[in-house]
């Protein structure tokens, strides 16, 4: 054989390995083919979830995931990988063969489909994008799903808390069920106060011809006004995508509803008869006008009081806006806030059923208690507009009402035949305590009811929390605080929130005075989006977290930017539960 | 539009894209690609960033992710290659697929291309090691590669529609040639994914005998 010959079959050998070199490295295999799953319900009922990778291939730990269809995270024990530390991987723990991972039983749902997300690599050099599938709980079928969540999600916008969601399922009763408990416990937090004073005034006026017959159907047209707002605020959301109630929070409203209730006021000093016209009153009573207060007017008072005063119905319209979102059933929604109103309102129609019998039937006592819920209404007034007024103006509204009241009784008491004695010193109290106000608000304190404390001599000077609080209202502003925030490496807390929150303040008040809850917030990063002044700055960061309103507190991970999984909260908290939002958020 | 949607709609072709055959490494691109795929469109897309020869005989198109730790790794021995080989061409398909931080990554990348930058961003975003790369960990790199900052994120937002529409071309030239994962590097009418410097020098060399037995 001549050299020459022998030469070229070399090479011909060379070049032919090396092309089988290559095409292995090309032949590239689907991340489907390379990677298989799945799934079995084991004995005790937890889900048993099986990868198999083929030689040659394997999956990340920290890639596995399970989730439900609404992007919630199902609890997932994997066992511990090999341990992997490459320059260009980094660090991570890595499965080769069969993996089996557990959601255990009462983690997992029983039926209904969940959402697996896995990813891996080639060893030869390919990285597959991650998978995502859909298995079928009942069947045991696995589909290719469309994704969900990480990684096609942009950082700062997570789906929005689902949790509530459940209460739409199972039957309409159950819901409105649900939904009427709801509104129960609602009305035992600060969200309903408002209303006791109005719903008291109301009957007030209506004065000695009330009976508590009368008192029921009055409060129970209040109340279901009330619901029917709570169920109109749920239909104006699902369809515009605005929370109506945040929208009526502007200086505009309130100060026209501020006006409602100077008039309410001066209508109880006995100035003028406040009635709607004859035949409006006559059409919504019935036909029976002036028969101890009108229907209609306390209609048009629970409707507009549900809307503008009490602005606390952010979680449940959260809950019933996700569901419409769902379903598109927008009537199951609307009915399901209305129940919520009707839960709300119960208590205070047994209020003005058997409060109307308290209520003195006439003479001096009847006046006196009007004139006193006329003062009632002012300070409803000025409640109102304190979340669009200064601070030191509202304290200096407060303590001029305070001074007025006192001077107002004290006058009435000094005038009659027989003084007593309590009416003069509640005056002189009254009126010094404005006095105090109006002095510190000079000085620039701001909130009377510290204040009170603060002569207490209980209170002292509460410290605030040392925790670096950014407060930002627009987006350009919110990425600023964030990137900074990030850089400091410690958990996020963003909290959405606004001046005429009244949950907000109290959860201010209670669960973030903790004494625990404090310690901790120092070691964590909090961004306060503020939403008192809406406009479409405040939507915009509302909408980039599907945050329906205040309060909404969430933890962004400082590492990922991405919003922690299951550490949201809407609506009034505990210190409990906070608790163990700051421990999944790492704080 | 907002980056949302852009990578809802990235997800969405990445998705839909065709699980093609398994192509035989052998087969030409242009045979690989069959009737309904322009193998000049993936060639020569006049929007893509390129390095090397500009009249070179051999052509690369790397399908590339910033989040990939085997494009990371054989990064350094491609730009070997195409440096000292001297008569390569070397397209840039930006494919971000495995995390969404490299989505992020590719719109700088190629917003950077607008004043003539795309190198040195490249290189700034593969040079950091690791696959977990947050968005924040890029923008920094690529501030520090000296690239002008206000120009970048003035294209950013006034090239967005151009940004995502290149990403989706390129995801779709992926999905129709059924490629699978990251990295994957077409040379002349061979496809292939990680190799070492050797392993590029071979398959250029077979590229060229290929492309001259035609």
């Known amino acids: 054989m001549s050299r020459p010959f022998l030469a070229a079959l070399a090479s011909l050998v060379l070049y032919l390995m090396t092309l089988a070199g290559v095409a292995s490295a090309a032949t590239q295999r689907s991340a489907d083919e390379v990677f298989r799953l799945g799934v079995e319900r084991a004995a005790d009922h937890s889900l048993v979830l099986t990868w198999t990778a083929l030689p040659g291939h394997y999956l990340y730990r920290e890639s596995l995931k399970a989730q439900r269809p609404d992007g919630t995270r199902l609890a997932l024990v994997t066992p511990a990988g090999e341990q992997k530390d490459d320059l260009n991987f980094g660090p991570t723990e890595i499965y080769h063969g069969q993996t089996q991972a557990l959601i255990p039983a009462g983690g997992a749902p029983a039926t209904g489909t969940i959402i697996v997300t896995y990813q891996g ?3 030869q050099g390919i990285c597959y994008p991650p998978i995502v599938k859909s298995l079928d709980l009942a069947t045991g079928a696995v589909a290719k799903a469309a994704p969900i969540g990480v990684p096609e999600r942009s950082p700062a916008a997570a789906a929005p808390a689902a949790a509530p969601a459940g209460l739409f399922s199972g039957s309409l009763a159950l819901t409105l069920a649900s939904f009427l408990g709801f509104g129960l416990l609602l009305s035992l937090t600060p969200c309903i106060f408002p209303m006791i004073p109005i719903l008291s005034g109301m009957l007030a006026q209506a004065g000695g011809r009330l009976s508590a017959r009368r008192g029921l159907v009055l409060s129970g047209v209040y109340v279901l006004a009330m619901a029917l707002a709570y169920a109109a605020l749920g239909v104006a959301a699902a369809l515009s995508g605005r929370n109506l109630q945040i929208a009526l929070q502007t200086p505009l409203a309130l100060g026209l509803m501020s006006l409602v209730f100077v008039a309410l006021a001066l209508s109880m000093f006995g100035l003028f008869d406040l009635q709607l016209p004859q035949s409006w009153s006559t059409r919504l009573a019935g036909g029976k006008p002036g028969r101890g207060g009108s229907l209609g007017g306390a209609a048009m008072l629970g409707f507009t009081a549900a809307l503008i005063v009490g602005p606390c119905v952010t979680p449940p319209l959260a809950a019933a806006l996700i569901y419409v979102a769902q379903t598109g059933d927008m009537a199951r929604g609307a009915a399901a806030l209305f129940a919520l109103g009707l839960g709300m309102g119960l208590p205070l129609v047994l209020f003005g059923t058997f409060g109307a019998r308290i209520l003195p039937r006439s003479g001096p006592w009847l006046v006196k208690a009007k004139q006193g819920f006329g003062f009632v209404f002012i300070g409803l007034a000025i409640w109102m507009l304190a979340r669009v007024l200064p601070a030191d103006v509202t304290l200096a509204l407060w303590g001029l009402l305070a001074i007025a009241g006192g001077a107002w009784f004290g006058a009435y008491a000094l005038i009659r035949d027989h003084l007593r004695l309590l009416p003069p010193l509640l005056a002189v109290a009254l009126a010094l305590y404005g006095l105090v106000l109006v002095g510190a608000a000079a000085t620039g304190r701001q909130d009377p009811l510290r204040l009170a404390m ?3 001599g209980a209170g002292a000077v509460e410290p605030e929390s040392t925790a670096a609080v950014r407060v930002v209202s627009t987006s350009a502003a919110f990425d600023a605080a964030l990137a900074e925030a990030r850089a400091a490496s410690r958990p996020i807390l963003v909290d959405f929130t606004a001046d005429w929150c009244t949950i907000c303040r109290e959860i201010d008040r209670t669960v973030m ?3 625990a809850i404090r310690a901790r917030l120092d070691t964590i990063t909090i ?3 503020d939403l008192t002044v809406y406009g479409s700055d405040g939507q915009a960061l509302m909408d980039r977290f599907g945050v329906v309103g205040p309060p909404t507190l969430l933890f962004i991970d400082a590492g990922s930017g991405r919003e922690v999984d299951e550490a949201r909260t809407t609506g009034a908290t505990t210190v409990d539960a906070f ?9 | 539009m907002n980056r949302r949607t852009l990578i809802s709609r990235l997800a969405g072709l990445s998705a839909s894209g065709i699980l093609a055959a398994i192509c035989p490494a052998l087969v030409g691109i242009p045979a690989a690609l069959g009737q309904e795929v322009d193998s000049d469109a993936i060639l020569n897309d006049p929007e893509a960033p390129t390095a090397g020869n500009p009249k070179g005989d051999v052509t690369i198109v790397a399908f590339l992710d910033y989040n990939c730790p085997f494009c ?3 990064a350094p021995d491609l730009d070997r290659i195409v440096k000292t080989d001297g008569k390569i061409r070397l397209v840039y398909k930006d494919w971000p697929i495995l995390t969404e931080a490299s989505v992020y990554g590719a719109q700088l990348a190629i917003a950077a291309h607008y004043q003539a930058q795309y190198d040195a961003v490249h290189h700034a975003l593969m040079g950091i090691p690791g696959m977990r790369i947050s968005k924040e960990t890029m923008l920094e790199a690529v501030k520090a ?11 950013l937002g006034a090239r967005a529609d151009a940004i995502t529409a290149l990403l989706r071309r390129n995801l779709a030239q992926a999905d129709s040639i059924g490629l699978q994962g990251t990295p994957a590097y077409l040379v002349g009418p061979f496809r292939t994914s990680t190799l070492d410097y050797a392993g590029f ?13 035609k």
């Open chain 1, 121 to 123: 690599c080639a060893e």
């Open chain 1, 454 to 456: 603060r002569l207490d």
């Open chain 1, 513 to 515: 005075r903790d004494p």
């Open chain 1, 527 to 529: 961004i306060r989006a």
């Open chain 1, 579 to 587: 608790s163990a939002m700051l421990a999944k958020a790492g704080a």
């Open chain 2, 72 to 74: 990371k790794k054989s």
């Open chain 2, 145 to 155: 590669s000296g690239v002008d900052m206000v120009r970048l994120q003035a294209d």
């Open chain 2, 201 to 213: 020098k071979q398959i250029v060399t077979d590229a060229r005998a290929k492309q001259a037995a």
